[in-house]
């Protein structure tokens, strides 16, 4: 098994103790198959156990080892070692406050999740005797991409608009808005979309498209943003100008 000496320069900060940010650097050997987040494991279990960051299943479907390395917003257990040359600069998430070292506040993002409802909401109550809800394969097929999101954040830190406003619900929320709206089942959209339709949703997006680039499921946020757009435009030409077919 080949090893290489890895440098990575990792961001430290402790709100009860430090004033501000600092970079830590560790050199440690590792197997060239080692992702980011195996050498950061290593760094905690041998060099340093202060460390902290979050991680779970190390399989790329939790979402929860998002982190900045070398400037972009990645999956450190999908960001391999040997992509990498020289020192490897890992910080946590950008648009996040800092818990601690590399553990972001993710409460902003929850909270907006919430508010946009994603979960199916029936249009009538169905006694559990009368059976699923069906759907066909191409009904299914309108939504299933957006069922991939693992809610990672990934798109918030590498969306420039949450960066200048905070306020705005993000590329995450409203696509899995969007996924619940073009579900068949679903009778929720009307009041998911006094939330992503208003000043803080959707038209807050300028289309820059980084949160589709950076998404490690391939869920193309940006694209679900834009129907977004063009669904609610619709729904202001039906309530102003075609009354008689609103919906």
Known sequence: MSQRLVELEVLRFNPETDAEPTFQRYAVECPEEWVVLDALNHIKETVDP???YRW???MAVCGSCGMMINGEPKLSCKSFLRDYEGVIRVEPLAHFPIQRDLVTV???????LKRVKPYLVAGEARPVEAGEYRQTPAQLKTYKQYTLCINCMLCYAACPEYGLEPKFIGPAAISL???YNLDSRDAGREARQQEIAATEGVWECSFVGACSEVCPEHVDPAGA???VKIKSTLDWFREHLMPWRRT
């Open 177 to 179: 808005a969007h996924r």
């Open 106 to 112: 993710i409460d902003d993002f929850v909270t907006k």
């Open 50 to 52: 202060t460390l902290s």
């Open 56 to 58: 779970s299943c190390h």
């Open 225 to 227: 943003l834009q129907q």
